[in-house]
């Protein structure tokens, strides 16, 4: 499985300030996501980050607040904007297997907004 | 979106039992997945399935594809205080979209 590395791995933020979080793979996938997940929760599917074009939104989620860059096959960000207590959550990044049929984690982001 | 029913929520059990948890669904899943998750870590897979009855293994960890595509089940035998952490079930629906269940808390007591 491809290795996924994740930073920063948490940080604690002010309110109203935004995070980049970044996700990079030691090899090309064609697939990867951003998933959310909130204290004590499963989690939840923020976007699909697409390759050179606009990444593709869960509804509930917009892209002005989670702005996403895909500028090639192994690294994508992720950005929490103006950020709210709300938003203190685990970020992940997450890739398919070759087949698609399987997904893979990073480590995650733990965010904490005060 | 399709609804994935974990149970049980959370267990507490003895080191050295065996432990079972499943996951249901209304609907056909292409493959199940079973994942553990420590404190502050991303989850990882444990176990992949792919077709209906098909029964895998991993270590003391074995899953089984439910006949029917709608459900799955987790077995940990002789449990160890290393097994603690939450369990996640996920189906890949439709060759297209990933859903996760709620998750099982496992709890060993030495």
């Known amino acids: 499985s491809a290795v996924i590395s994740q930073k920063p791995s948490r940080d604690i933020c002010q309110r109203g300030t935004s995070l980049t979080i970044q996700c990079q793979v030691d090899?090309?996938?064609?697939?990867m996501f951003w998933y959310r997940q909130q204290p004590g929760q499963s989690l939840t599917l923020i976007a699909t980050?697409?390759?050179?074009?606009?990444?593709?939104?869960e509804s509930g989620f917009v892209i002005d607040k989670f702005p996403i860059s895909r500028p090639n096959l192994t690294f994508s960000t992720l950005t929490v904007s103006n950020m709210s207590p709300e938003d203190s959550s685990i970020y992940l990044c997450?890739?398919?297997?070759?087949?698609?049929?399987?997904?893979?984690f990073g480590s995650g982001t733990q965010l904490s907004v005060l | 979106g399709q609804q994935l029913n974990q149970s049980p929520q959370s267990m507490f059990i003895q080191e050295g039992e065996d432990v079972s948890m499943n996951c249901t669904s209304s609907?056909?899943?292409?493959?199940w997945l079973w994942y553990k998750q420590d404190p502050g870590e991303g989850p990882v897979l444990l176990i992949a399935?792919?077709?209906?009855?098909e029964l895998t293994s991993n270590g003391r960890l074995t899953a089984q594809f439910g006949i029917t595509r709608k459900d799955s089940f987790l077995n940990i035998s002789a449990s160890i205080p290393s097994d603690v952490g939450i369990y996640f079930c996920?189906?890949?629906?439709?060759?297209?979209?990933?859903?996760f269940g709620s998750g099982t808390k496992l709890n060993v007591k030495p």
């Open positions: 997450s890739v398919t297997g070759p087949e698609g049929e399987k997904l893979f």
């Open positions: 090899s090309q996938v064609t697939m």
């Open positions: 980050a697409n390759q050179g074009s606009e990444a593709t939104y």
């Open positions: 609907s056909i899943f292409n493959t």
């Open positions: 399935l792919y077709k209906a009855g």
């Open positions: 996920a189906g890949l629906y439709n060759f297209n979209k990933f859903y």
